[in-house]
T-cell receptor, first 112, second 115 residues
């Protein structure tokens, strides 16, 4: 079945260092979404990318959707302790439903 | 104040008991979802509903049941048939039925612990 994988599973950085997580789908996606889950919290929507090759920025966060619409990345510049959490990508399951397939997630730890 | 509420925040269950987790939304969303999250793991879909009085099984529906009698409510029952129910349960909603891959909005979750 359709799968969405993320790497790395876990990354530990010093505050101020950059961070990138990569998302790869086994199928072409009509869109890709990113969510952040703080420790002990619930996933919160960050952004949606729709177009091939699209790049969007939110302050220190840069999101990219691959040309083939099968992969995506999230890059954080100069991490801060508030960036701690698990980042999930998600894409629509094929067919006429609004189900999302969530990636495996990347846990980011930031050391002050 | 619009959003999704889940109750209770923590729930303790004795083995062999059924328990029901509440999920209510006042966003006027058509679609609602239940996910299970185990420690350090991703989200696995239990059930989803695209419209009132209709719901479909997700990837791990065994041992769970749902109802969707009202648009704003989508309770999840964890039955005694669910052999390993200890987990974090998340409810979510999205605006429209049948729209591919809409943004989902999550409730704060319920942590279920079996004693």
């Amino acid at each position: 079945g359709q799968q969405v994988m993320q790497i790395p599973q876990y990354q530990h950085v010093q505050e101020g260092e950059d961070f990138t997580t990569y998302c790869n789908s086994s199928t072409t996606l009509s869109n890709i979404q990113w969510y952040k889950q703080r420790p002990g919290g619930h996933p919160v929507f960050l952004i949606q990318l729709v177009k091939s090759g699209e790049v969007k920025k939110q302050k220190r966060l840069t999101f990219q959707f691959g040309e083939a619409k099968k992969n995506s990345s999230l890059h954080i510049t100069a991490t801060q302790t508030t960036d701690v959490g698990t980042y999930f990508c998600a894409g629509p399951e094929g067919g006429a439903t609004n189900k999302l397939i969530f990636g495996t997630g990347t846990l980011l730890a930031v050391q002050p | 104040d619009g959003g999704i509420t889940q109750s209770p925040k923590y729930l303790f269950r004795k083995e062999g008991q059924n328990v029901t987790l509440s999920c209510e939304q006042n966003l006027n969303h058509d679609a609602m979802y239940w996910y299970r999250q185990d420690p350090g793991q991703g989200l696995r879909l239990i059930y989803y509903s695209q419209i009132v009085n209709d719901f479909q099984k997700g990837d791990i529906a065994e041992g769970y049941s749902v109802s969707r009698e009202k648009k704003e409510s989508f309770p999840l029952t964890v039955t005694s048939a669910q052999k390993n129910p200890t987990a974090f349960y998340l409810c979510a909603s999205s605006m429209s039925a049948g729209q591919l891959g809409e943004t989902q909005y999550f409730g704060p979750g319920t942590r279920l612990l079996v004693l």
